[in-house]
């Protein structure tokens, strides 16, 4: 059985760390802005168990002009699930979230390796490439929720 609840930051770590921090400190897992009252984390359980993450983070970019914007980070799927459509689900859980609390852009940096995922589920590049460092290659992704 699949389901999608709402958890704590804390909670998105045992998903975050193999994933995105691999053999890197527990504190290079923790984001600025994680326990503000506006920052919303969904993980997605298969038979009750933790499987794939993500958070929104109340953060408008220069980027674009829409006055209500929110940030993905943190988005990820344990090794072994992924391509099982996890990932997807997570992304349309947290759109239709937004979309009921009048959210009019959804934007992110996205992993050179994970473009190929998000414009599968609708989003698109801005700009040029840049490198975070420790991390790697990224885009600016975004997707209207609104016209
Ligand atoms: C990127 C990630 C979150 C995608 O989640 P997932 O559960 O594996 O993806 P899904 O199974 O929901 O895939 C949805 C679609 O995207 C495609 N897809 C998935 N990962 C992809 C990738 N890296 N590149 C291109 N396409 C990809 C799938 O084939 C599927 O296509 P389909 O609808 O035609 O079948 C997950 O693979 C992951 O955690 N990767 C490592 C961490 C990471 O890069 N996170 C993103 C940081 S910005």
Redesign the pocket.
């Known amino acids: 059985m699949i389901e999608i609840r709402n958890i704590s930051a804390q909670e998105t770590i045992t998903v975050r760390h193999p994933?995105?921090r691999k053999g890197k400190p527990i504190e290079s897992c923790y984001f600025d802005g994680d326990e503000l009252v506006n920052t919303q984390h969904f993980g997605l359980y298969q038979n009750d168990k933790l499987e794939?993450v993500i958070s929104l983070f109340e953060n408008n970019s220069l980027l674009f002009k829409e006055k209500h914007q929110s940030q993905i980070r943190g988005?990820?799927?344990l090794e072994n699930?992924?391509?099982?459509?996890?990932?997807?689900?997570l992304v349309e859980h947290a759109e239709k979230t937004l979309k009921l609390q009048n959210i009019d852009l959804i934007w992110?940096?996205?992993?050179e390796?994970?473009?190929?995922?998000y414009q599968?589920?609708g989003y698109e590049i801005i700009g040029n490439s840049f490198d975070i460092p420790s991390v790697g290659i990224h885009y600016v992704m975004w997707k209207k929720l609104r016209s």
């Open positions: 994933v995105l794939g988005m990820a799927v699930n992924q391509g099982k459509g996890f990932g997807r689900q992110f940096n996205a992993r390796n994970a473009v190929g995922f599968k589920t």
